[in-house]
């Protein structure tokens, strides 16, 4: 019947059950029974509540809203726990779940959906807390109308007073519920909030401004419509999401309760957007290169394997985007980028990740000298957007990057200073570099003792010297320092410098101990290309024998290990080809996006900036 149809739209429209309608009479039983399946609902959790009288009455007290008629729930808010109902009595998950399926059937008797499509806001909630920032305790706007949502994430009810903290993505809002006024404009509303609506839950809210006396801006509500009904629990507010694995698993979880962690993820788009915008601004042009390959390369690193079955071809995601983006050099692109996302299927640390982000820039005309300006420049406007400032909190110590130009030091120079060897005067004596370094790095500390091992296995001057570098020197960086002319031998991409025999044009950037960005002149020449890449693969066959045999000298175990992250490095025939078309002077930097919000947020591991960490399956 039309009546009917009309009784269904108006209640759509107001969230109130109409009366008028002879159709909705007809259906006042079965209303009355949920009515009555709530009431019973609501006089069960009541009597929970009563278990809890003391503790209720005395954060009543705390808060004086029996007093003063403020539960200023934006400044103490309490989440229900882990395994707490609304009432703050311990129950498992299932039956929290449980008990919030049965609210939302009574929400749906109150013409409630519990699961919306839209709803229209006025302001959020920052923006309501600025433009009233002068308005007085105890004060509310006549006439003022605003409509604002978000998620309810603290809630108290004082009889015919109830308190709820509203959160949306900017900012959060106090709800002052005062029933006589909400039962004026939607009859059943405050028996709603205080009996159907619970922490977690998304709603909307009409209403007017007001200053509450314990100077909480809120909002006075003349409508509530339930948007989400959230059917689990949120973690307690005091303990929080604590399982540090489980915050990795449940990100969605750890971002509602932990507004420091949407600070982070906020701060990383900001700092990629400032990187993009800098290099557009400069002329560059952002490129796409392809994620999957024939071959791994431009970097040494083992690759993810995979395979295309209609072409019938092994593949291998990529380990940098280095060399399509010089090939579109070679193509006429003067400046180029991409930031995206490269994998290398290897161990996890609080530095790596297999999948992680890189910001790839190449320059045509220019040299190693412009990519450490470009690269200074970079970092400080990273860390004005994100900080405000360059002088830079990261755990016990202070990062100044305001000190420009950063200090620039030679990798061999950094080497002599640490342990009194100076390993590029040995030359080709590789022997008599290895007599040096084993004894010195026993002699610095423990630490740097555990790179005798690779010194053992380095199959030239060069590598004893990357050796020594990283076992006594790279952990010792703490302020910006570029590390400059690095070996010919590890740099198979780089141009050699052209004053310093057997070293390359190139810098890697260390702050904090960490490598944060690599960057040389690029080798143009496609002869000595080819040479250089012919040595890598002959190292790396002889490096992995060594490393081998000695598995196999310790055990199976060691050897699987060793199998398990064993690679081959290839010759890009295709790469040098494009070199021999002709690749102008190029200059090329890249670095880790992921270790610069880790440094510009204060971030102690990889997995605090990366929203969905890959992690270990668990079983079911």
């Known amino acids: 019947p039309r009546s009917m149809l009309r009784a269904r739209a108006f209640a759509r429209r107001t969230g109130s059950t109409p009366r008028a309608s002879r159709a909705a009479r007809a259906r006042a039983p079965t209303r009355a029974r949920a009515r009555e399946s709530a009431r019973a609902t609501a006089t069960a959790a009541t009597t929970r509540r009563r278990g809890a009288t003391t503790r209720t009455r005395a954060r009543a007290s705390d808060a004086g809203t029996n007093k003063k008629r403020d539960g200023g729930a934006g400044n103490r808010k309490r989440g229900e726990g882990g395994g707490r109902d609304a009432s703050g009595v311990t129950s498992s998950p299932e039956e929290v779940k449980a008990l919030r399926a049965q609210k ?8 409630q959906r519990g699961f ?29 109308s605003e409509a604002v949502c978000g998620r309810v994430m603290a809630k108290r009810s004082f ?62 509500p003349a409508k509530v419509q339930m948007l989400t009904k959230a059917l689990l629990p ?68 083992k690759p993810f394997n995979t395979f295309h079955n209609a072409l019938g071809m092994q593949l291998t995601l990529r380990i940098a985007t280095e060399l399509h983006l010089k090939r579109l050099v070679v193509g006429g ?65 202070t990062i100044d990057l305001s000190q420009r130009p950063w200090r620039r030091a030679p990798m061999n120079d950094l080497v002599k200073e ?49 050796e020594m570098f990283e076992a006594a020197c790279e952990s010792d960086l703490i302020q910006p320092t570029f590390v400059l002319d690095h070996p010919l ?7 050699p410098h052209r004053s310093k025999p057997g070293v390359t044009e190139r810098f890697e950037l260390f702050v904090v101990g960490r490598e944060l960005a690599n960057s040389f002149s690029e080798l143009t020449d496609p002869i000595d290309q080819r040479k250089r890449l012919e040595a890598q693969m002959v190292t790396h066959a002889k490096t992995s024998a060594a490393q081998r045999e000695a598995a196999a000298a310790s055990g199976k175990d060691e050897l699987k290990a060793l199998e398990d992250e064993a690679y081959d490095v290839e010759m890009d025939e295709d790469f040098v080809a494009a070199l021999e078309y002709g690749m102008p002077p190029t200059a090329g930097m890249g670095l880790g996006v992921d270790r610069l919000v880790m440094l510009l947020t204060n971030s102690p591991s990889i997995r605090d900036v990366i929203a969905f960490p890959l992690l270990k399956k668990q079983d079911s």
């Open 159 to 220: 009889g015919k007073l109830a308190f709820l903290s509203l959160v949306d993505e900017r900012g959060s809002v106090q709800l002052f519920c005062d029933k006589k006024r909400l039962d004026e404009t939607s009859p059943g509303a405050f028996e709603m909030i205080t009996e159907l609506v619970d922490v977690g839950d998304i709603i909307g809210v009409h209403g007017s401004v007001k200053r509450s006396d314990k100077g909480e801006l809120s909002i006075v």
């Open 489 to 495: 031998e590890i740099s198979p991409l780089a141009k």
């Open 116 to 144: 919306d499509y839209r709803f229209d806001r006025t302001k959020y909630c920052d923006a309501l807390q600025r433009e009233h920032e002068g308005l007085e305790n105890g004060v509310e706007i006549e006439g003022s």
């Open 333 to 397: 692109f003067e400046r180029v980028y991409e930031l995206g996302r490269v994998f290398r299927n290897e161990g996890l640390s609080t530095r790596h990740n297999p999948e992680f982000t890189s910001i790839e820039v190449y320059q045509a005309y220019a040299d190693v000298t412009d990519m450490l300006e470009l690269t200074e420049e970079m970092i400080c406007r990273c860390a004005m957007k994100a900080c405000g400032t360059l002088t830079i909190p990261y755990g016990d110590v």
């Open 234 to 301: 949120l973690p307690d507010k005091w303990h929080g999401l604590q399982d540090v694995e489980k915050r990795y698993r449940q990100r969605y979880v750890d971002l509602i309760v932990s507004p420091e962690v949407r600070n982070t993820f906020k701060a990383r788009s900001n700092i990629i957007s400032t990187i993009r915008r800098m290099l557009d601004d400069d002329g560059f042009l952002e490129m796409e290169t392809p994620v999957l390959h024939t071959q791994a390369g431009g970097a040494d690193a």
């Open 104 to 111: 939302l059937d009574a929400l749906g008797a109150l013409g």
């Open 418 to 466: 640490a342990t009194g060897v100076d390993v590029m005067a040995f030359g080709d004596d590789l022997e008599g570099a290895k007599a040096a370094a084993i004894p010195a790095l026993k002699a610095h500390s423990k630490k740097a003792g555990e790179g005798i091992k690779g010194v053992k296995l380095a199959a030239s001057v060069g590598h004893v010297l990357n």
